[in-house]
């Protein structure tokens, strides 16, 4: 079994900062990629950004320039440093990974956190 929790979610307002955490934990093999997602209220699930094992990252254009991905993969955990943050980047921010655990190592298994709430107030 394996483990996302995630952690850094808050209140903050319009043009503040919050760095989101997410640490896998559990029968981990190896990592390949690790992502966040959101959801606003009344609204689909969204991709804001990825990386890979290789570290290349992929945004959603509505964060490119705002927000960076990045892992720490002695730690098995990725990050995601938000700045100029916007009210529309309120709800809920979801981590996901793929992962090969020791039981299956031929098989990549999704995984996903149990989401934080990040608010930006206007």
């Known amino acids: 079994q394996v483990q996302l929790v995630e952690s850094g979610g808050g209140l903050v307002q319009a043009g503040g900062s919050l760095r989101l955490s997410c640490a896998a934990s559990?029968?981990?093999?190896?990592?390949?990629?690790m992502g966040w997602y959101r959801q606003a209220p009344g609204k689909q699930r969204e991709l804001v950004a990825t990386?890979?094992?290789?570290?290349?990252?992929n945004y959603a254009d509505s964060v490119k320039g705002r927000f960076t991905i990045s892992r720490d993969n002695a730690k098995n955990t990725v990050y995601l440093q938000m700045n100029s943050l916007k009210p529309e980047d309120t709800g809920v921010y979801y981590c996901?990974?793929?992962?090969?655990?020791?039981?299956?190592?031929?098989?990549?298994?999704?995984?996903w956190g149990q989401g934080t709430q990040v608010t930006v107030s206007s």
């Open positions: 990386i890979s094992s290789a570290a290349s990252t």
């Open positions: 996901n990974a793929g992962v090969i655990t020791t039981r299956s190592p031929s098989v990549v298994f999704s995984y």
């Open positions: 559990g029968n981990i093999f190896r990592i390949n990629h």
